[in-house]
């Protein structure tokens, strides 16, 4: 298994927290790196060369700067970056949020879990599905 | 203007019907009159003209006759024959004068026997005449001349007479026509002026009421579609508002779930018995607030803006609010019975959800001891038949669909407020809820310009009736 990093973008500093926690409770060996918005996350990725593109990217839609579509939009139109996965991570549970998501080139929608409990398995699976099940980019 | 408005809007418009009515009974009658008088004035006219001819036809009877006369007397003292001639010829014009009177006077009986009396003396005046008016007159032995001549001379006389009576009579008559055509005249003058203020009068209070009613029905519109705007603005805020809140007041108790979740995965094991039941309430209490503002966005949700309705049958929403329910339906070994439904225009996403919320409403409060079994039965009723229906819709007919099943029931005082928003018959622990469901069917059908309603008895099952109108009052 790589250990490659996961790349979480939220405003919330609490979802980063119970993000992270979930991760940690399901002993997932990837490190996440948090953002507090788009821009962090482009600038960091800017950073790097093309060996290190990160493995997942978690992007939340609504946040301050850059927002989750203006970043799926940047991501899919820049030749390094447009095949990194990435799962869009929202409260929101509009159809059109969803719909335009997928539309800009979005790999999966996950509306944010409703407690912990839920939010745990929904870490869990994108383990067994991204991590241990898909094949993914190098 | 300041009296009309100190009265109220009823007796107002009272007084404008009397006023009206009034003044048309006024005009018409006046109208009437005015006829009555015209025709009066025209029959003395005409009356006066007639009386003049009849003079006029006197005046000639009388100067014929003097013509006659003074040709015949020319000729007798003269011995000019010349004369017999011309006395002859205005002999034999002068029937054509007196038939003239004759048809002039047909109409006066008074008058008509002075003219029958004028014709037996113009005969013998006539006959006279011939006598007289010939040339070998001097033959004529003196006693029959002067006979002949004095009878002429009689009749004359007596002509001129009658004509002179019957002069004076048409002369009196002249005056008292004339003096009567001149009553109807002055009078017809008075009524023409008289309508004419009365119709000025009517017109301007007419127009006066007219122009304020106008200008008042013109503020009620501006006022009404002003409070239209208002209210179509204050709705779309409100559902705006509804939509936000819930949204956004759901983000907050994520945390609180979601934090005291992780608290108990973590640490429960080593926290005292006492914080981790806390913690499970406080769990519980942010899962059944997440519940309460899950409904409370559906039922704000539950509006008919952005959507069309649709003519669609009842039974295509039925069997999808079932195949929702179809898992609680197995569990419960619930028995649905269901006859066929109407066509209806509606809005099926809604029609949707009430099926379902009441198919869930009779399992969820089923009997202990015993399935449910729910019979949904459809007729067609009449307006009239529906519990306070509005008066509008008592002439309309509406299709009844009754949702009937065999569970607990209520007590009928309840029937009412179990379709009041977050309103609950039963404590928590018995039957989970958040108290909306029926809120939802109460919403979904007034949306369809129905009503609903329930029956029941307590532990004798529940029915609720929905009705929604046959032809469609959906714009």
Redesign the interface.
Known sequence: MSTRQILMADDDA?DRF?VQ?AFE?NNIPNPVVFFEDGEQLINHLSKNDLNDNPLLILLDLNMPKRDGREVLKLLRSNKVWNAIPIIIFS?SNAPDDVNAAYQLGANCYII?P????G??EAVLNIQKFWLNTATLPV | MRLLRSITEQKLSWLVRFLLGTSLLLIIGLSYSYHTINKQLLYFSEKVSHTQRVITALKETSSGLYEITFLTNSFLFLRDTTYINKSLAAIASFPEITYKLDTLVSDNAVQKRRIRMLHRNLEVFYTQSAVLLKPDVIALNPISFYASYTSLGNETTSIRKLISEMTDTETMLLQSRIQSKEIYSKQIFRYNWLILLVTVVFLSTAFVLLDRELVRNKMYRVDLENKIENLNRSNAELEQFAYVASHDMKEPLRKIRSFADRTLIKYGKDLPDDVNQMMIKIDNSSQRMQLLITDLLSFSRTVNTGTTPKSISLNIPFAEARANLSEIISESNAIIHCEPLPTVEVYPSQMVQLFQNLLANSIKYHKENQSPVIHIRYKLVSGEVIPNVQPAHRDIRFHKIEVIDNGIGFDKKFAEKIFVIFQRLHDRSKFEGTGIGLAICKRVVSNHNGYIFAESMEGKGASLHVYLPLESLLT
Do not use: I, P
Request: glycine share 0%.
């Open positions: 609490d119970l926690a409770d409260t944010k409703s407690s912990y409990e939010l745990k």
